[in-house]
């Protein structure tokens, strides 16, 4: 499975950024598929994924601000992300998880810069 991350970039705090990532490849018992963030020096933390139940979990500290959004058919997932603070800087990375959590791939990752 190989996936492809895209939207990244430079905005300023309050503006707005859309993220894609697809999947592609043998895909096999879908379990789960999102975003996590990373930025230097600190781990790698969930952002938002959502669940072949239909369920989506978001962190805390993006709930009311992004939205995950999925084309199940399609394999591709997009990340929404409105009122952009300083903090939500990182490199955002694209994750899917198949067969209850058997396989784990991750893709290259997108840096978002929020700065005025």
């Known amino acids: 499975v190989q996936l492809q991350a895209s939207g990244g970039g430079l905005v300023q705090p309050g503006g707005s950024l859309k993220l894609s990532c697809t999947a592609s490849?043998?895909?096999?018992?879908?379990?789960?598929m999102g975003w996590y963030r990373q930025v230097p020096g600190k781990e790698r933390e969930l952002v938002a994924t959502?669940?072949?139940?239909?369920?989506?979990v978001y962190a805390d500290s993006v709930k009311g601000r992004f939205t995950l959004s999925r084309d199940g058919a399609k394999n591709i997932i997009w990340l929404q992300m409105d009122g952009l603070k300083v903090d939500d800087t990182a490199v955002y990375y694209c994750?899917?998880?198949?067969?209850?959590?058997?396989?784990?791939?991750w893709g290259q990752g997108t840096l978002v810069t929020v700065s005025s």
């Open positions: 959502t669940t072949s139940g239909g369920g989506t």
């Open positions: 490849g043998s895909i096999y018992s879908f379990t789960a």
């Open positions: 994750n899917m998880i198949t067969s209850g959590g058997n396989y784990n791939y």
